[in-house]
């Protein structure tokens, strides 16, 4: 029998985890592989350079329980190229995706796409003929939605970054010391 | 001074504290044994490459101090992998360096090449690849540093044949390794010392689960005076032996699938586990939904990654165990545990009836019998290295320990081939003291070439090889789980006595128990490498056993009419 505390630990959900790492070869290998090996399943990694030299971020999505989640930040810890792992996931974040989308429209259909892509605050980064290709961010579920009404006029190609997340306010939070 | 990156390696290696290695050549690590010569090093030519790494884990155990391994590129360092892994499981400090192809030609499929960084990334605690001669010293520096300091662990610095070459400044450098992103010097945690000594206090059937994190803290004398305030009973894991005294009444003896009945009813038992530097491996716990289902547990360890993974913890303390032990024991009350450790009594007692030991061998010489009969003329002082198998639980059942750092075996891995180059390694580190490898059949054959890196060294070893003609652990899971099918267990096995003797060495057989005695004084008194081949029963199984995965208390004993008929008439042997 599991009391309700337990059942609220070991309930999965989904998790954001900011990581500063060095920047330098193969980090990117050791994090990856420690989700492989650890049996941890990334929903999505990102990583880009940062405001410091040297010092890379990575954002990583997972879907997991909060005990799975302690071990993960301790796991990642024990990487000698990680510099500090703070979670987001119910701290206030801006927390964001995009995806570019390539979508038929031809004349009768172009203007309804772009009228839906005005309402989701979607650009159009390229027109051709027969296709746009349009540039959203935000949420999951905004892009999950654009993509749901763009569908009907047939969607040829999409590509998404995965997310990237930051602390609202002015705390900078997860700055490597 | 500007000086080469081979010779870089060696001043580095030599400020590290380093004057052994263990290693192979080949050729992408020439430069670097061609500079070896100028240095005070004394290498070991071993026989193939995992005999390299587990000597240098031997003697890493045997010693509390870095082992160096070294290999070439390619086929060289694929073989250390095993041995890499061995160390890893068992948080064992060794620094293995290996040869890579030059960087030009890196990735290019060259001859001997394998992405060794890539290979080892997941069994290694941190790698490097090194491809310019000016990074060849702050590297070697941080490995070192990385390899010894908190959990310890393996690392490796793969370094491509033109740094070796090149010329670059070298400088030595004194000051203190220190890595952002690595900082193992954890404090223990507080806040949570006071709510440990209240559980402590509060309990009635406490136990203390010791393990391999007791020695690597040096915490024996911590435990010790944890042990005669509250008068906990200890149980320890397999690395976890020595750390506390055998012969101490408090010492319950090994837990686990093959601990002894009474340690594992008393974890099942128990209120309260304190898990001090052990990470409740699953031969540790059996089934984890049944394991110690009324017990609150405390789990003391260094790494944090430890906490939670298995059995969660009521209080975790992260850190150095010795500190904390420091930190809790004042704060402990006096206890007696009277109840506790009389019920404990009485279960010991049900099961020393069914001790193979309180039971003649009726003309067979038994692996158990073998053991006991060495831990006595050895007068229990021996250093220890085994195999994997039957008889490396025999070795954890009935060679009784009573000093730390006494015995080096392979837990958490299992490798088979061990013993032997460990214990070589263990030689280098121990130069003057008696060691003992008991070893199987099969285990031995895995690596039993370096017992001509034994003659080469003139190095003297006690070989106790228990022969069953058989992989005997396995055979007896297919005795009880497999309706006895024995599937490519049966061994033939070459002539051991020929064996030793055509390395050079002395080869004695023993077939009855009357023999061991004078064969082991024999060997004791031989200035050379002693190989003993023990010719044990076959069918003879390791009991208690807990199936894998199966609560921790059913565990599988020694049938009753097993015991009945073997039983001497007089019951004097029976305590």
Redo the contacts between chains.
Sequence with gaps: MLNKATQLEQAERERVFVTY??DK??VL??VA?LFR?RNFNIESLTVGHTEEEGVSRMTIVTNVSE?VA??IE??L???????RVEELTDKPKVFRDMALIKVQAQKEARVEVLQICDVFRARVVDVAPEALIVEITGENGKIEGLLELLRPYGVLETVRTGHVAMRRGYGIGSR?T | MRITGARILWETLVQEGVDTVFGYPGGAILPVYDAMLDYPIHHVLVRHEQGAAHMADGYARASGRLGVAIATSGPGATNLVTGIATAMMDSSPILCITGQVSSDAIGSDAFQETDVTGVTLPITKHNYLVSSAEEIAPTIREACYIARSGRPGPVLVDISKDAQIEFAEYERDRSEVRLSGYRPDLRPSTDEFRSAAQMIEDAERPVILAGQGVLKSNAMQELAEFVNKTNIPVAMTLLGIGCFPASHPMNLGMMGMHGEAWVNQAIQESDLLLAFGMRFDDRVTGNLASYAPNAKKIHIDIDPSEINKVVRADVAIVGDLRETLREVNPLLQEQSHSTWLEHIDVLKQESGIRDVQNLPGNGRLLAAHVIHDLWQLTQGQAFVVTDVGQHQMWAAQYYRHDRPWTLATSGGLGTMGFALPAAIGARFARPDEEIWVIVGDGGFQMTQAELATCRQENIKLNIALINNSFLGMVRQWQEFFYDERYAATPMVNPDFVKLAEAHGLTGLRVERRNQVESAVQRARNTEDTVLIEFRVAQDEAVYPMVPSGADLQAMIRRPMNEVKARAPRSKSRVE
Excluded at chain 1, 77 to 83: F, P, Q, T
Aim: net charge positive.
């Design positions: 790492v060095e070869p193969g290998n050791r592989s090996r005990s302690r071990r301790a796991n810890y024990k990487l000698v190229n990680v510099l490597p």
